[in-house]
């Protein structure tokens, strides 16, 4: 039997997207490599990028047809994917739009009958269709659509007219999950390190996971009780509360994180990744204290365009598996994930008798509305 190609392509910083289409033999196959990573929500595995990943690849899984980055069995599919891509990092959209919007593409490309000249409204429309036969939500359906028609203007070359047809996913409307205060210090209580800390920082701030894990030094504004979130959804920079509580462990670790950066400058590294073109404007501001990652990554990567060794932020997923094993063990049956921390940092303060516009500021929601709900499940 002939299975599905394994496909492997550019994820984050310092990381390899393998997307394994499932027999036991791979699954098997993928446990053997180091640094291994599996990505529930969007089904996929991810593999450190350093200079041996690709060689370690072809040799794991050799036998089995292995589609490595830049390679495509049709030249013009492929082209397509490279210029999504290209159109994606041109509007500064963030790596999770580009990983999502490929991945639409090449999906739809496999999936389509005839070459990629002949496709339009009409593929399209079965495709979406052929989405909510498989039982997707609206919200992953919608994604798609948005991820297509980008896709179609911006890889293919031509827009897509009146989409006809669909058989559209009922959106359902879902009540936010909101921890009590006492839920919240169970938690947060048995959580240790730098994950206590960020989860400290989503419920005393109201920030989102990713702008937790993006903060960097230069954004703690110590003096006015503050900090700055940049560049956060929307592409909006807002300030937001900087809990007094946590000024004594942030120090406190941010002092072992200096001093890690320090050792890095010593063995000639130090660098990190800088938002556009700051690079070039300012060559040596990757390595200046005020830049570096609050939570940093334990381990370096290579970057694939200027062969520097830098240093990520703490990747995401290692909040979210300390969170969820502190609520399992604290006997919280709630099905709360990190972003819960968020909600309830609004719903909290609106007990507390905070008024709907200040709350709507510090979670970066400048939309007008008078009920107080509709912040709580909006966040």
Not at 116 to 141: I, K, N, P, Y
Not at 280 to 296: H, M, T
Not at 320 to 340: D, M, N, T, Y
Request: glycine share 8%.
């Amino acid at each position: 039997m002939d299975h599905p190609p394994i496909r492997v392509e550019p994820g984050e910083p310092g990381r390899l997207i393998v997307r394994l289409p499932y027999t036991p033999e791979r699954l098997a196959k993928i446990k053997t490599v180091p640094g291994r990573r599996w990505h529930g929500p969007e089904k996929y595995w991810s593999v450190p990028d350093d200079p041996g990943a690709l060689a370690r690849l072809s040799t794991v899984f050799a036998g089995d047809r292995l589609e490595l980055p830049g390679s495509s069995p049709d030249p013009v599919a492929g082209s397509a994917l490279d210029k999504v891509r290209a159109a994606v990092r041109a509007r500064r959209f963030s790596p999770h739009t580009e990983t999502a919007y490929v991945g639409w593409t090449r999906r739809f490309l496999d999936s389509a009958a005839g070459p990629v000249e002949s496709l339009g409204e009409a593929d399209v429309a079965r495709f979406l269709s052929a989405l909510t036969e498989s039982h997707v939500s609206a919200s992953t359906q919608n994604q798609a659509f948005n991820a297509l028609l980008f896709a179609f203007e911006h890889g293919l070359g031509r827009k897509l007219e009146r989409i006809e047809g669909v058989v559209r996913a009922k959106r359902t409307e879902r009540l936010p999950v909101v921890l009590s205060k006492e839920e919240v210090r169970a938690v947060l209580g048995r959580m240790r390190g730098a994950p206590r800390l960020m989860a400290t920082l989503l419920y005393g701030s109201g920030l989102r996971l990713m702008e937790c894990c993006r903060l960097r030094v230069k954004d703690l504004d110590w003096g006015m009780h503050q900090l700055v979130v940049r560049s956060g959804k929307g592409g909006k920079d807002r300030y937001t509360t900087l809990p007094s509580g946590l000024y004594e462990p942030l120090r406190t670790h941010l002092d072992e994180v200096r001093r890690q950066h320090r050792e890095d400058l010593e063995k000639g590294l130090g660098h990190v990744e800088l938002p556009g073109a700051l690079v070039r404007k300012y060559p040596n501001a990757d390595k200046e204290w005020g830049w570096q990652w609050v939570f940093p990554a334990t381990s370096h990567y290579t970057d694939a365009e200027t062969g520097l060794q830098r240093r990520h932020h703490l990747h995401e997923s290692v909040l979210q598996r300390a969170f969820r094993e502190a609520r399992i063990s604290a006997g919280i049956i709630k099905p709360a994930g990190c972003h819960a921390l968020r909600h309830s940092f609004a719903t909290h303060l609106m007990e507390d008798g905070y008024d709907i516009r200040t709350i709507q500021e510090l979670l970066g929601h400048y939309v007008a509305g008078s009920v107080m709900c509709r912040v709580v499940v909006a966040v």
